[in-house]
């Protein structure tokens, strides 16, 4: 799967691993040295991410429950930027129905900002 800023037309990851259980989501990236360019882990249904246990910095775009019409776009509705590792909890985003987690500077190199459509495929 890939994802993609359809409003600046541009590419957030061309390669989207998906958590799918209870158990992917809860370790996320925990335990990885490193998440490359181009890549990304997508949390269906979730609304906030920790930092626990993490190695490295990470983007988090908080996404909004998909558009019926557009199939699977979906609203940013809130951007994290270099997410520091051992830093806790994220606050819980309000309407997010999934988290794309990113490597660090994905969201400034893509100008991505709330209100933006994304979509996954």
Same mark, same amino acid.
């Given at each position: 799967?890939?994802?993609?800023?359809?409003?600046?037309?541009? =590419?957030?990851?061309?390669?989207?691993?998906?958590?799918? =259980? %209870?158990?992917?989501?809860?370790?996320?990236?925990?335990?990885?040295?490193?998440?490359?360019?181009?890549?990304?882990?997508?949390?269906?249904?979730?609304?906030?991410?920790?930092?626990?246990?993490?190695?490295?910095?990470?983007? #988090?775009?908080?996404?909004?429950?998909?558009?019926?019409?557009?199939?699977?776009?979906?609203? %940013?509705?809130?951007?994290?930027?270099?997410?520091?590792?051992?830093?806790?909890?994220?606050?819980?985003?309000?309407?997010?129905?999934?988290?794309?987690?990113?490597? #660090?500077?994905?969201?400034?190199?893509?100008?991505?900002?709330?209100?933006?459509?994304?979509?996954?495929?």
């Amino acid at each position: 799967m890939d994802a993609v800023n359809e409003t600046r037309q541009q =590419s957030l990851a061309a390669e989207v691993e998906v958590a799918g =259980s %209870v158990w992917a989501r809860f370790m996320g990236l925990m335990g990885r040295r490193s998440l490359a360019h181009g890549r990304g882990l997508w949390l269906p249904g979730d609304n906030g991410i920790h930092m626990f246990f993490m190695r490295f910095a990470i983007d #988090a775009v908080f996404l909004g429950r998909p558009d019926g019409a557009a199939g699977g776009a979906r609203r %940013v509705v809130a951007a994290k930027q270099r997410l520091r590792p051992w830093t806790g909890m994220v606050p819980l985003v309000r309407d997010a129905n999934g988290v794309l987690e990113l490597p #660090a500077g994905t969201i400034e190199a893509t100008g991505t900002e709330v209100g933006d459509v994304v979509h996954l495929g």
